[in-house]
């Protein structure tokens, strides 16, 4: 299981630092030859931009090939190389569907030569009827036909030599072809750099590894067992580093230290009893801030844990003190909802909150502005808005932020300069985390646990259902109107090669709006941010009675008059996401169900993680499966991708190396000097390398 899990973290990179060893990896990736304006793009389309970005692109797989004589010589799956003769040309009647090129063996069967999209145009010009080809490839079997889906190489002549090769495969975007990719590589390889080592000597021996120049050469050939492994590792390293680095720059500078006299938590009239979850991670949180250095905390809250209110008891501490506060939220609707939440549990205070979001404009903002810089607003709640240059604060003192896995390291860094003096900063998140991946994402935050949920919060009841009873469920959402209640219908991921996302929404809401009219609501990924804001907001105002989504529908949305989901595939999502996307029900005083729709052929893992959902709704131990199936070799697909900071790392690598790497990069900060100490030049290459360059900042800064 393999690299493409992450995209490349979003994070300041400075060019003008970087050390010069490194400036050829940095190179554009047109300075390769045979790179143009055409081949750029589908290169951006994988994230190669750079020497770095192609050198780092590794193989998914290898094969190994067979030459046979003719088809009958062969398996269905096998990877083979044979030469055909080119006999006819077939297009689709369909614009998206297949163009092939029938050919004909040694024996007489015909294979058909498969291509789809802009590959069938070099099909046209390059397979001549008539012509003999040798070609390489998976034989398959569709309907009655043999066919070989997009060859990994079409030759002229020499073609046996293909033939029992080891051969490294690569993720493709469309007008890039394996020999392509190849060239590529090759290029950038020859233009590494020799570059010191930073794996300290002991670790690397034991573990037998290879030095960087030939882990990188090694992955690609698929020739040192331990190449992915320390390849991997050097990133876990890095990000390690990066994050010890950003604390410690922390610790190292003045905060505000806020001690609240409880005149104002005391009034609080709350729904229900504080948990024993949230009254520890209160503690915890009411510790840091008495101290002179500046907090950072991570609250991981699972599903209707409470996480606001913790927020709220923190916040009311810094006023008490006689500072400000400021919860930043992800998008309007969350700043929004929890505006009305804070607003409504803080009244018994007298305490002002306000809300300021990019929406905000005249007079509604420049009155909000000045009560920010006049001390009249206590709490503010917004999106990115709130941190912008024109916002000033009287005494900004505790930053609380909501989401966290939206905001990276670097925006974390950003806070610091709004307060006179560096913000206490507290990051939230509603996702429970399995512990590995924590120290991958927060390494540089405490973390407090909410892991009980407030009495009275009901167990969702969990169904899966079998998706040709289609026609119950339907029956059902109309039975489910009729007591005045909402609910949600969340559609499938849709993989690659079928129709998009929105087509596949578009298709599903023609069903239910034939059924239910006007009463449907739909929210998409394309969709604008203003109008997908008002669809949620016709729900969430009981304006329309379903909302369906094809992207997850935002965590933290709070309808309590919604109390049914429905995942369609629900095969296709991870738990983690599942066990969200649950969480959006269950919220008021009603029963709540949670539908989940399978298909009829599941694989083991589907199965396993399915059972789960109905069998647990413990966030926590549901993240730690997930890894768990996931980790065991499946790769999700890129809707889910950003649940890790790595692009090299695989999560079976994450579980296996972090820890290790976690270590490596405490010793080189407490034991070897940082990096002034003699392993420093080669830390500090290592983070220029993968981007992690945000730590060296911080010491540059601090």
Known sequence: MAGPLAKRPALVHDASMRPEALNALFAE??????????????????GLSRIKDVAYHLPERFVSRRAVSNVDEAGEGEQIVLELTLVE????????????????????NIVALTYFGRASFTAKKQLPVGAKRWVAGKLERYGDMLQIVHPDHVLEEGGASLAHLTEPVYRLSEGLTQPMIGKLVDQSLDRLPELVEWIDDHHRSREKWPDWHEALRSAHRGEHPGARDRLAYDEMLANSLALMLVRADNRRREGTPLSGDGRLRDKLDLPFPLTGAQRRSIGEIEGDLAQTSPMLRLLQ?????????????AMLIAVEAGAQAALLAPTEILARQHFETLRRLAAPTGVHVAILTGRDKGKARESTLIGLMDGGIDILVGTHAIFQDQVAYRNLALVVIDEQ??????QRLMLAGKGKRAPHVLAMTATPIPRTLTLAQYGELDVSK??????????????????????????????????????????PMVRDNEMDDTAAAEARIANLRERFGGDVVMVHGQMPADLKDAAMQRFADGGAKLLVATTVIEVGVDVPNATLMVIEQAERFGLAQLHQLRGRVGRGSEKSVCLLLRS??????????LALMRETQDGFRLAEEDLRLRGGGELLGTRQSGDTPFSVASLEQIQRLLPAAYDDARLLMERDGG??????????LLLYLFERDFGVRTLRGG
């Open 29 to 46: 990736v047109e300075t390769l030859d045979g790179v143009g304006p055409k081949l750029r793009k589908p290169l951006e389309r994988l």
């Open 450 to 491: 909410l892991d009980e949920l407030p009495p009275g919060r009901q167990a969702i009841d969990t169904r899966v259902v079998g998706v040709e009873r289609m026609d119950e469920v339907v029956a059902g959402i109309a039975r489910h109107f009729e007591t005045g209640q909402q609910a949600y219908w969340v559609c």
């Open 675 to 684: 990096l002034d100490g003699p392993r420093g030049e080669a830390a500090r």
């Open 405 to 410: 896995h939206r905001f990276g390291v670097s």
């Open 600 to 609: 009829g052929e599941l694989s083991e893992t589907a199965r396993d993680r």
């Open 301 to 313: 809250g699972d599903v209707g844990a409470g996480k606001t209110v913790v927020a709220l008891e």
């Open 89 to 108: 040309h077939r297009s689709s009647r369909n614009q998206r569907g297949p163009y092939r090129v029938l050919a004909q063996d040694s024996a007489g």
